[in-house]
């Protein structure tokens, strides 16, 4: 069973930087395709980012030129670069790897991001 950890949430100010790792503690990190979601109080777990099998990566409309997913499949980690932080990104952060065959999802356990104005 693939474990995730993700580590690097914390308090910034608006304005800021922060850069969240998902690592696992097995598989192989470029065959699966890997989500950043985002959950606010009150609200569903939304996708903000996402590093598909061939490395193209999608985001969602609200963080675009401002978060960058990447993915080092030697160290079998994703990474989200967050960059000029907005209260409104304030939330719990979690990873996601979706593997085809067997169709199967992990989580990692979330890692809270604090943005003040």
């Known amino acids: 069973q693939m474990q995730l950890v993700e580590s690097g949430g914390g308090l910034v100010q608006a304005g800021g930087s922060v850069r969240l790792s998902c690592t696992a503690s097995s598989g192989a990190f470029s065959r699966y395709r890997i989500g950043w979601y985002r959950q606010r109080p009150g609200n569903e777990r939304d996708l903000v980012a996402q590093?598909?099998?061939?490395?193209?990566?999608d985001y969602a409309d609200s963080v675009k030129g401002r978060f960058t997913i990447s993915r080092d499949s030697a160290k079998n980690t994703v990474y989200l670069q967050m960059d000029n932080l907005k209260p409104e990104d304030t939330a719990v952060y979690y990873c996601?790897?979706?593997?085809?065959?067997?169709?199967?999802?992990?989580w990692g356990q979330g890692t809270q991001v604090t943005v003040s104005s």
């Open positions: 996601k790897v979706e593997i085809m065959i067997p169709r199967t999802d992990y």
């Open positions: 590093i598909l099998i061939n490395s193209q990566t």
